[in-house]
């Protein structure tokens, strides 16, 4: 008889077909003119799973993009899993150093190229083969299963909240799984237990009323460009602390646990140079590089721009320059008070020259999941049987939101079960997802769904 | 019998007809897909010379965008005229806050609205309509013409030097006038003794190996977009000194008669904050506001970007920043040296926790032209005669590459007779040219012919 897992080796290549024909569509919820590709993708998803045996799969829609909701209820008794990954993706161009079509994956080296494939369609795909895998071989499933896939996991989750309050009774479930993070390093199961929060907003700055000549205003105008650029510099002082007042006030201190737990993680410096390829390490130096990962918030400028940018020149001062920002929080960090303490500071640092405008965009505190919950412990269960070791717990650099509303809304445990590696290109041209991780997470996943019912009773 | 002047108020109409199709070509010298365009306009200039009786005019060929080269000989023993002007225009799209499409010039308020009305072609016109008005009425030309229409001056007039320097025989004259400057104020007719030389260079602040994840890398990776803002933030002291060490070594210090004649230049505060709409007056406290329009260097960065621009969000730390920056030169200063030390600056402020990166675009020194040459009293009574009072000499904030270029090698004086008006928005949106302008020019520029044979005797 073949085992669920056979069963997935044996079909891999009919998943990847699958998983291909998933990628190819588009679904970047930023940009506007993609909208269509993302509805497309969520009707994909939905007919998929659909097609593995699930009883009712759904496009829902929302104010923004829509959601789907696939389920399988045939476990009586058994606990319910509320799966939670996204269907949409960052943006992608190939000019943007891509060395292939970012959606056009390709497969090399026992690794899969292209947006979506780590973050986060690939990590959602490892779920619905384990699904699969399962209901072929055994004809059931070991748990009730509900799957949320959202669309807007990567422009800030804005729809989500009130979904997932007006569907309580329709997501109501005993876990909640998420398969949007990272292992430190291949060969090393990772469990987060804390995520950052996020704050994203936008500065503006003003001066003259349209653009100027700079032949005929320079030197007498205060060019946006100029005062946008001494407000960004005035976020962190030379050594790289942030230096916003009020900002870090609520920073949670890392008990002393923490600092040790941190401390071995195995992330060297040597890492960072190859990942990074940045000339020199960079950043407040009260705290290690590994604390400053993921442990810290921070205030990055993801865009600035101001005036001309064209091919050749244009003389110009520009009437209007602006940041985009997000901060990454710490759990116990309040969005607003955060938003409030950079409103301040910006005003402080625009000169009677220029106007200068701060727009909050959005939103989310960080969190952390209790390591000791009993759902934890099927996790590392799960992982001891496909990697050979006990994961390592560990706090995440980055945000998702849709798990901090989990938790509130519905009040459940979240496990954050993650198969990405460090050099997965998230964000970033060149994005992949390892096949052998893809291999090991349907492994791990069709475990933790087989133990599961024996710790939940 | 009809006068010059008089045929040329009786033909306004036609005359603005014929300018509306000059300026509805996009003869954008900067964007490469408008190269066509440049042609086609440099095309429609030389059929017209030709239509108004010139006895030759070409489209010759640079590296760069075309000149157009037309002549009038037919005035043997008088003086020879070398007219420059240009054909190219700046950058203009309806969106940048174009009150009318930029290309499809409307009358308004005996104003014509467009991109190109001031800054050149409504200023070239005005010869051309002299020329013609003259021509029609009394069968010739009190001197010899020769016209020089550039299509890169917007660009840097890079390829206009070569020309200049192989065409020296063709281009032989007797005296330079260009019509490519402003009036200080309506009624007041101006003529621009000095022009500030230009430096056009680039910053590029570059430092991880592509774009990285705000989440995962964030705290640790000093971001592009902050170093290049540390970097433009230092380019001026707080308030408003160029605080680039070496920059103003050679500025020529301003004679007691200039500061004099500064002085009176009626520009008030009240026209400044009329016309730039800007909060507050800046810049360097140890000048006067009017010093510092024209007789003072300038650092402006005209453009700057880094990191994601898009619609929406992309938490991401970018691998580049840039900064387009042009400089304005007073006489004296070298462009060579001027970028050198903004270039040991920048490396200077540059911390090892990035790389940055200082590339040269193009360079012109600044230039005085003598306000006692004899062909400068024949643009005074030219002035006197149009506007009914002498003009005021004036030092100008922009740069014409090509005067420096024309007093160099033709060793010509070169007299600057601007009819443009200061709100006529240059480089802005919504450019304009008065249509009083365009007649009091005609007007001058006919007076200015028929004098000059008496003075150049």
């Known amino acids: 008889m073949t085992t669920p897992f056979e069963y997935?080796?044996?079909?891999?290549?009919?998943?990847?077909?699958?998983?291909?024909?998933?990628?190819?569509?588009?679904?970047?919820?930023?940009?506007?003119?993609?909208?269509?590709?993302?509805?497309?993708?969520?009707?994909?998803a939905a007919a998929h799973c659909l097609s593995l045996g699930m009883t009712r799969a759904e496009v829902m829609d929302t104010d923004g993009h829509p959601v789907v909701y696939a389920e399988w209820l045939g476990a009586p008794g058994k606990p319910t899993?509320?799966?939670?990954?996204?269907?949409?993706?960052?943006?992608?161009?190939?000019?943007?150093?891509?060395?292939?079509?970012?959606?056009?994956?390709?497969?090399?080296?026992d690794k899969i190229f292209g947006r979506g494939t780590a973050d986060d369609k690939g990590q959602?795909?490892?779920?619905?083969?384990?699904?699969?895998?399962?209901?072929k071989t055994t004809g059931t499933f070991p748990v009730n299963i509900k799957i949320l896939l959202e669309g807007e996991e990567e422009v800030g989750s804005i729809h989500l909240r009130p979904f997932i309050k007006s569907h309580s009774e329709l997501l109501?479930?005993?876990?909640?799984?998420?398969?949007?993070?990272?292992?430190?390093?291949?060969?090393?199961?990772t469990i987060v237990y804390g995520l950052r929060g996020l704050v994203e907003?936008?500065?503006?700055?003003?001066?003259?009323?349209?653009?100027?000549?700079?032949?005929?205003?320079?030197?007498?105008?205060?060019?946006?460009n100029?005062?946008?650029?001494?407000?960004?510099?005035?976020?962190?002082?030379?050594?790289?602390?942030?230096?916003?007042?009020?900002?870090?006030?609520?920073?949670?201190?890392?008990?002393?646990?923490?600092?040790?737990?941190?401390?071995?993680v195995p992330f060297t410096e040597e890492m960072w140079y190859v990942e990074t390829g940045a000339p020199a390490i960079w950043g407040d130096p009260d705290f290690t590089l590994k604390e400053r990962t993921g442990a810290r918030p921070t205030i990055e400028v993801n865009g600035l721009f101001g005036g001309y940018t064209g091919d050749g020149s244009k003389t110009i001062i520009p009437a209007k320059a602006t940041a985009k920002i997000t901060c990454r929080l710490v759990p116990n960090q309040n969005p607003q008070k955060v938003f409030e303490a950079i409103q301040r500071h910006v005003a402080a640092h625009t000169p009677p020259t220029v106007h200068s405008e701060v727009s909050f965009k959005r939103g989310e505190p960080?969190?952390?999941?209790?390591?000791?919950?009993?759902?934890?412990?099927?996790?590392?269960?799960?992982?001891?049987?496909?990697?050979?070791?006990?994961?390592?717990?560990?706090?995440?650099?980055?945000?998702?939101?849709?798990?901090?509303?989990?938790?509130?809304?519905?009040g459940i445990p979240v496990i954050l079960m993650g198969f990405g590696l460090p050099d997965d290109n998230l964000h970033a041209p060149n994005e992949k997802f390892s096949l052998e991780q893809f291999r090991l997470g349907i492994q791990t996943a069709i475990e933790f769904y087989r133990l599961l019912p024996e710790h939940q009773k």
Do not use: C
Request: glycine share 8%.
């Open 124 to 135: 959602v795909f490892i779920h619905l083969k384990a699904f699969e895998s399962v209901m």
């Open 366 to 410: 960080g969190l952390v999941v209790d390591p000791n919950d009993p759902a934890m412990q099927v996790a590392v269960e799960a992982y001891q049987h496909s990697f050979g070791k006990a994961p390592i717990f560990t706090l995440e650099g980055g945000s998702i939101p849709a798990v901090m509303m989990m938790r509130e809304s519905l």
């Open 8 to 44: 997935a080796l044996e079909n891999q290549d009919k998943f990847l077909r699958e998983l291909t024909e998933f990628l190819r569509i588009p679904s970047i919820s930023a940009q506007p003119h993609h909208k269509e590709d993302v509805r497309k993708a969520a009707e994909w």
């Open 226 to 264: 100029h005062a946008l650029s001494r407000i960004v510099a005035s976020l962190h002082d030379a050594q790289g602390r942030i230096a916003v007042s009020g900002f870090a006030d609520d920073v949670r201190v890392l008990s002393a646990d923490e600092h040790a737990s941190i401390s071995h």
């Open 172 to 189: 109501k479930g005993d876990v909640g799984l998420v398969s949007d993070s990272g292992m430190l390093a291949p060969g090393l199961p």
């Open 81 to 109: 899993v509320i799966f939670y990954g996204h269907y949409d993706v960052q943006p992608a161009e190939l000019k943007d150093g891509w060395h292939t079509e970012p959606f056009h994956p390709v497969i090399m080296d």
């Open 201 to 224: 907003l936008e500065i503006y700055v003003t001066g003259p009323h349209h653009d100027l000549h700079s032949g005929a205003y320079g030197g007498t105008v205060d060019n946006p």
